[in-house]
């Protein structure tokens, strides 16, 4: 509430909160050795347990989808079972599908920030200098201090360090700027700590939003309005908080879920409630298409570029995740625009 109370404020002229993201924490780290002769999780024989979001020297990146790697990782599984979904799962999976399919449960899915269209339309405006936005931001000392620091993050950085507001807010743009204040509206809500399955995923969610909207951005560099593909990327997963938030109250069992079928259900599942809480939330159409798109399945290919462009950027950030620091020879599958947004990704956060 005080993160919202001071946006609102500084859409008065007055305060505003940092951006400054959640710790790093629970993420598979360093560098990636690849071993061509180990066999990969969808290589596994059925009834043995397959490596879904352990050790780096056995991950595969590229070369088969990261879904139930993730989901394994966020779940602190290290090794799915090649079974079906028990009771207690397909319970937890009925229940998120129900949220997908009617009217969203305030308990269990975040509710959009109501600033934050306000917000966007603030720095977006073009009628408004960049005089006169350091004048607006100038009122919070904390988001002078994250607008510097980002100005000279790698993702913006010039030939020169960036000293003051003003030159900083020239150096993001607008662009820049609406990213910058709606990371710091679209945070709190991943850093939750209703359960033992939230408080330790919401961390490492908030990481992979991080790199699927930036990668959105990156690989629709050409879009007329790549701050919808970034906003796409924002939202892509924002159904894990809702699952997350189930599995607290609906999951009795002490260890947690392994089982392949639920890992695949659930990325499903997460996919659609996805897609449902986008248009709740009223974002632009062509972002709550894309987003929808997740969810379907089978081998027609999409027809429009966001659409396309997110689901690259949902793969290549969620590799980016479980194995950040790939070079060389691991990055081969990829085609030269995803190459480069994974390199983009390892620059702005490896």
Same mark, same amino acid.
């Given at each position: 509430?005080? /993160? ?5 404020? &500084? ?56 879904? $139930?790697?993730f989901t394994a990782l966020i779940l602190g599984v290290g090794e799915l079972r090649r079974v079906e979904a028990g009771t207690s799962e397909r ?9 997908? $399919? ?13 600033? /934050? ?8 405006? =073009? ?5 006169? &936005? ?16 980002? !100005? ?13 507001? $003003? ?11 609406? $990213?910058?204040?709606?990371? !710091? ?31 959105? =951005? ?25 699952? /997350? ?23 499903e599942a997460v996919a659609k409630l996805s897609g449902h809480i986008a248009r709740q939330w009223e974002f632009h159409p062509d972002v709550c ?6 969810? /379907? ?8 570029? &966001? ?15 479980? !194995? ?27």
């Amino acid at each position: 509430m005080a /993160l919202l109370a001071t946006l609102r404020r &500084l859409l008065a002229g007055s305060r505003t909160p940092s951006a400054e993201g959640p710790d790093r924490a629970g993420v598979v780290s360093g560098s990636a050795e690849l071993r061509p002769g180990e066999p990969s999780a969808s290589e596994a024989k059925p009834g043995t347990r397959t490596n879904a979001g352990g050790g780096a020297g056995r991950l595969h990146p590229f070369e088969e989808d990261p879904d $139930q790697r993730f989901t394994a990782l966020i779940l602190g599984v290290g090794e799915l079972r090649r079974v079906e979904a028990g009771t207690s799962e397909r319970r937890v999976i009925d229940r998120i599908g129900e949220l997908a $399919q009617g009217s969203l449960d305030p308990t269990l899915v975040p509710r959009l920030p109501v600033v /934050l269209p306000r917000l966007i339309g603030l720095v977006r405006r =073009d009628d408004v200098s960049p005089r006169e &936005l350091a004048e607006k931001l100038s009122h919070d000392p904390a988001l002078v201090g994250d607008v510097v620091r980002l !100005a000279n993050s790698p993702r913006y950085r010039t030939t020169r360090d960036v000293a003051s507001l $003003q030159e900083a807010v020239i150096a993001l743009g607008q662009r820049g700027l609406a $990213q910058l204040v709606t990371n !710091a509206v679209m945070r709190p809500i991943f850093d939750t700590r209703h359960g033992r399955f939230s408080r330790g995923a919401g961390t490492t969610l908030w990481e992979l939003t991080e790199r699927c909207s930036l990668a959105c =951005d990156v690989l629709c560099a050409d879009h007329p309005d790549r701050f919808h593909a970034y906003l796409a990327g924002m939202v892509a997963n924002i159904g894990f908080i809702a699952a /997350l938030r189930v599995l607290d109250s609906e999951y009795p069992d002490a260890q947690p879920p392994d089982s392949e079928g639920f890992h695949v259900a659930l990325s499903e599942a997460v996919a659609k409630l996805s897609g449902h809480i986008a248009r709740q939330w009223e974002f632009h159409p062509d972002v709550c298409r894309a987003v929808a798109a997740r969810a /379907l399945r089978g081998d027609e290919p999409a027809r429009d570029d &966001l659409t396309r462009t997110l689901h690259a950027a949902d793969r290549i950030s969620k590799w980016h995740v479980l !194995a950040p620091g790939l070079t060389g020879a691991a990055l081969a599958a990829l085609d030269g625009s995803e190459r480069r947004c994974y390199l983009e990704l390892e620059r702005a956060f490896g």
